[in-house]
């Protein structure tokens, strides 16, 4: 199994990404994790932005840390 922690903003706002996103989503050893900066107080209104979009996935998990950079040992680009 592998597991995707997919950025929202800047990323699932563009229909391409969306496309392969759910690509992913389709295989049934990948797991979709959105994560967000957005506050969870809008949490019902980012659902309803991811299902306007059409992504499937299957966690979000909101208030992200908010950074200028991220450092991650395992960066991986769709």
Do not use: W
């Not at 306007?52 to 200028?68: C, E, N, S, T």
């Amino acid at each position: 199994m592998k597991v995707y922690a997919i950025d929202l903003d800047g990323v699932l706002d563009i229909p391409a990404n969306v496309v392969k996103v759910n690509k992913l989503f389709n295989n049934p050893d990948n797991v979709i994790i959105i994560h967000t900066s957005r506050c969870s107080l809008i949490r019902k209104e980012t659902e309803e932005f991811l299902q306007k979009q059409g992504v499937m996935y299957h966690a979000l998990v909101m208030d992200k840390l908010r950074a200028d950079y991220y450092i991650d040992d395992k960066n991986i680009n769709l």
